[in-house]
């Protein structure tokens, strides 16, 4: 056992039944290098209490529920399974996302696909691939797409950027919003699917250290505070146009590429997490860890994804115990590369990579992921998105396939010796 003890605990009244994390300071290290060991039994735990409290008809969402940890997104994932959880307000003609998927027979985290200001045009569910995620961009809150990331352009550029970032009027936020809801139908007002928040620039999360003062980044500045405040002005401005949402904040938790652990890493966790305490995500549900592919099987580097798959769920869970509401974390994974530092950047991901990593990811107790894709081709080619994921269920099934063998093989009686 671990110890010091691990809870997982939901707030009375939440608005959605995702599950926030919450264990002593300190824990974290064990807690990710025990998960393995400890899943099966807090499975059991946890969907047995589940179980009845459904079977008492009390909603999840007024229960002050304790359990161990180690379960990250479950309880999101149990309540597409709940028809009290949502609403049938979603036409399915408009939003496919609200559908039945395939049984999970695998210990592979359940997938979900969401594409930039848009739903795929198919339905996914044969695969068992929910279409239940909405990307909005940025502008729909008023920023530019134009406006450079920090770092790129001149220190000058930089600062009036990020002014104006600051200094956009609420009002005008608003009406950029209202603009957006108009021109997507798609994405109803009553909608309880998940809508990830993609702002970027001028800052975006993973660069808000830069805005600490102090040597070690790590002292709080007027301009770090209005970055905050301006970010959390945006999130409120999402949910007061799409109240039954899941929301969900692009970006925070990322690891680095290769997973290191150097003084740059520690200090984006730090302004994250103290941005965190600062009220930045009071308005959202979860954050979004982004954990693409970033390097082809032939680069040396790709041998560090698993280092960075753990990074992003180590930096997630730091974030979620700063924050004074239950969060969730809903990973964003890719199905190509984007990495200008790579020799195959936009080019497929590998397959069989995407598969270990998405087993990596359900051994840690991850129960759903998202597929980002900005259209319904992979970039820069001819490859549907839904055949791409369609090839990866294969794998899957495949490795499904040898387990089977493997267990019938090792589970046949033993034959009697001849005397």
């Known amino acids: 056992m671990l110890s010091q003890a691990c809870y997982l605990k939901k707030k009375p009244n939440q608005r959605h039944t995702g599950w926030g994390m919450s264990w002593p300071l300190g824990a974290k290290r064990s807690i990710l290098n025990r998960m393995t060991d400890l899943l099966p039994r807090v499975r059991r735990v946890v969907f047995k209490a589940w179980a009845d409290k459904r079977a008492a008809h009390q909603p999840l969402a007024g229960s002050a529920l304790l359990v161990p940890l180690l379960t990250l997104g479950m309880f999101q994932e149990l309540a597409a399974d709940n028809p009290e959880a949502d609403s049938p307000s979603e036409p399915p003609s408009k939003a496919p996302a609200e559908q039945s998927t395939a049984p999970e027979t695998s210990q592979w985290p359940s997938i979900s696909l969401a594409l930039q200001d848009r739903y795929l045009g198919k339905d996914l569910s044969n695969i068992g691939v929910r279409n239940d995620t909405w990307c909005l961009s940025q502008y729909a809150l008023g920023t530019p797409k134009q406006v450079s990331d ?5 220190e000058s550029a930089q600062q009036f950027a990020i002014q104006q970032f600051v200094d956009l009027p609420i009002a005008d936020i608003r009406a950029a919003m209202g603009r957006y809801v108009a021109n997507n139908p798609q994405l109803t007002r009553g909608t309880t699917n998940t809508i990830i928040i993609d702002i970027e620039f001028p800052v975006h999360p993973r660069q808000l250290w830069k805005l600490m003062g102090g040597p070690d980044h790590d002292q709080i500045t007027p301009l770090f ?5 301006a970010f959390a002005r945006r999130f409120a401005v999402v949910r007061e146009h799409y109240p039954n949402a899941q929301l969900t904040a692009y970006g925070f938790g990322s690891p680095d590429s290769q997973g290191r652990e150097r003084e740059v890493e520690k200090a984006r966790l730090n302004a994250e997490i103290m941005a965190t305490k600062m ?8 954050i979004s860890p982004v954990i693409y592919e970033r390097f082809g099987p032939a680069e040396t580097p790709y041998k560090h994804r698993d280092r960075a798959t753990i990074q992003g769920m180590s930096n997630s869970l730091a974030i979620v115990q700063a924050s004074d509401r239950p969060l969730d974390i809903l990973v964003l994974l890719s199905l190509s590369i984007f990495n200008g530092s790579s020799e195959v ?7 069989q990579g995407l598969a270990e990593r998405l087993a990596l990811l359900g051994k840690l107790g991850v129960k759903r992921v ?3 894709n900005g259209g319904e081709m992979l970039a820069q080619s001819v490859i549907p998105v839904s055949e791409r994921l369609a090839q990866l269920r294969m794998l899957e099934q495949k490795d499904l396939r040898e387990v089977d063998s493997k267990d019938s093989s090792t589970s046949k009686p033993s034959q009697p010796t001849q005397d």
């Open 150 to 154: 920090l770092g790129k352009e001149s």
């Open 279 to 286: 009220g930045i995500l009071e308005s959202v549900d979860a």
């Open 345 to 351: 950047t936009q080019r497929a991901a590998d397959l």
């Open 370 to 372: 998202i597929f980002w």
């Open 225 to 229: 505070s209005d970055v905050v405040q």
